[in-house]
């Protein structure tokens, strides 16, 4: 089978690490329960910054937050490496910055990522990811974003959303954490 994953807030804990970071670099405490509660993938508002100030700040971070210590979910890697070695193929899909496409490939290979070269894409826009997936002929893709999401309903692909506080709203076959997705894919594919 052809297994597809978004690689930030779905495989590692992109926003969280921000959302620590910016505490840091803003020297402001903001409390975790007003992380978890936010509606929008975007983090700044819970720092008071405006929209023009928070993407500043988030283009200005990058380089920190996707090649550093970012965490990975715990289970994401050890159930991508039992994927790959029953024979499945990994595929990632990413709409990181196109100028951040090596540095990411290189990134995934240290954290032990089973990764190749003509299974990672990167630098699209959301809205250009459905066409890849569909290209690829995916059986399964896991992506945490509402505007990715949205743009799946009809694919011929089963769609599972990485829970998270802005995708709630979504009725889509949801996971919390990637235990619960290893169950699912392997109660499925009995
Ligand atoms: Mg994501």
């Not at 595929?91 to 190749?116: A, C, D, K, M």
Request: charged content about 25%; hydrophobic content about 35%; proline content about 4%.
């Amino acid at each position: 089978m052809k297994f597809g994953f978004d690689i930030d807030d779905t495989l590692i804990n992109l926003r969280e690490y921000a959302f620590h970071y910016y505490q840091e670099q803003l020297d402001k405490r903001v409390d975790i329960d007003i992380f978890h509660a936010l509606k929008r993938v975007e983090i700044h508002e819970a720092f008071g910054l405006s929209d023009e100030e928070g993407k500043d700040m988030w283009n200005s971070s990058l380089d920190f937050l996707y090649f550093t210590n970012c965490p990975i979910y715990p289970g994401a890697l050890k159930l991508l490496k039992q994927l790959a070695s029953d024979g499945h193929e990994i595929f990632y899909i990413t709409s990181r910055p196109p100028e951040h496409t090596e540095n990411t490939f290189n990134w995934l290979i240290e954290q032990g990522f089973p990764v190749q070269k003509e299974h990672f894409f990167c630098g699209m826009k959301d809205l250009e990811k459905a066409g890849i997936i569909k290209n690829l002929q995916l059986d399964y893709y896991v992506d945490d974003k509402p505007a990715v999401l949205d743009t799946l309903t009809n694919a011929p692909v089963t769609v599972i959303v990485k829970d998270q506080s802005y995708n709630r709203h979504l009725d889509l076959p949801r996971v919390k954490d990637w235990n619960q997705l290893g169950d699912l894919i392997n109660s499925e594919m009995k």
